[in-house]
């Protein structure tokens, strides 16, 4: 049996597209919101089931990973995120490169030898990598105004996987993934899926417009932390708004949090654009906190924890 696991986001989706473009297989699809990251534990592998793993960290799937690699599955796995020790095995392919400048999508593009480079760029722009997807784009002959369409794409596909549930998003993540597979060329599944592009797009206007009233709970020098109040915008909005921000001013970090379901924080951590580093130490310092260096986040912030998440976060980069 062939399964494709897949971070939610940007990212996932479109290194997934990429590979199934060049190596298209039937297979059982695995994801959900983009902090849903520990995939692996969704499904029960036996003796040569192959899975493909993409931009999820390692580091959380671990124990699944290792158990399945014993039982016989053959596994590709292809991330840009922490990832502990790898597993050395015959069964395992890892493509893994932690670089800030650098995404799953990316990683996929290399391998590929530069096959569907749009859909790269993409994932790139959604990943908030503007810089790498802007290098990538000088090796194609694509347009300024095409560009300009890749990057609100990735921004808005990004933004869809972003939510404490499914009901929070527009579309699921595996129903996205499914009406853009089929097009060689993000720019076609733009011009013949609009409705789908056009109520991304609103829905990221919308609530974007809504996030720029809010004003920081606590801001200096090198950093600054919103509080977004308790609704479905706020939880949908959380991850593009921090990279907006971060776009804002890029000698800055910058924390979002909203409230989740369980009465605690969800947190979105972006280093300074400048300086994208730290992000992951400082996220992975709290008990369900990970990421990368430029862009991390913690699911589940205990609300008597703030003083010490601002502090912390004060200190990261105070510290450089």
């Keep these: 049996m062939n399964y494709d696991i897949f971070n939610g986001d940007a990212d996932g989706i479109c290194a997934l597209i990429q590979l199934r473009l060049a190596q298209p297989i039937e297979s059982t699809l695995i994801t959900g919101i983009k902090r849903d990251i520990q995939l692996l534990k969704k499904i029960n592998v036996q003796a040569g089931d192959r899975l493909t793993v993409l931009d999820i960290s390692m580091q959380k799937n671990i124990a699944p990973l290792n158990d399945f690699l014993a039982r016989g599955a053959i596994i590709f796995y292809a991330d840009h995120h922490q990832t502990g020790d790898i597993p050395q095995h015959p069964n395992l392919t890892a493509l893994i490169d932690t670089s800030s400048d650098t ?18 760029i993409t994932a790139a722009f959604g990943d908030n990598l503007h810089g790498s997807a802007k290098y990538l784009a000088n090796t194609t002959d694509i347009s300024t105004q095409d560009l300009q369409l890749l990057q609100k794409l990735g921004t808005y596909i ?72 308790d609704h479905g915008w706020t ?14 001013s890029p000698d800055r970090a910058h924390a979002v949090l909203t409230y ?13 654009l400048n300086n994208k580093t730290h992000a992951d130490a400082l996220c992975a310092s709290f008990t369900t906190g990970g990421g990368r260096r430029a862009a991390a986040g913690i699911n589940h912030l205990p609300v008597a924890e703030l003083a010490t998440f601002i502090a912390r976060f004060e200190q990261t980069y105070n510290q450089g």
């Design 260 to 272: 989740t379901p369980a009465g605690d924080y969800q947190v979105s951590v972006r280093a300074p």
């Design 103 to 120: 995404c799953t999508s990316l990683i996929i593009n290399k391998q590929l030898e530069n096959q569907f480079p749009l859909w790269a």
């Design 158 to 229: 990004n933004y869809n996987g972003y939510g404490s549930c499914l009901e929070d998003l527009h579309f699921a993540p595996d129903k996205l993934y499914l009406e853009m597979a089929s097009y060689a060329s993000p720019l076609d599944f733009i011009s013949n899926s609009h409705l789908i592009y056009q109520q991304l797009e609103n829905g990221y206007l919308e609530d974007m417009h809504r996030a720029e009233q809010v004003h920081p709970e606590y801001s200096s020098a090198k950093i600054a932390v919103f509080i977004l109040p």
């Design 235 to 248: 939880r949908r909005v959380s991850g593009v708004y921090s990279n907006d921000l971060a776009n804002q």
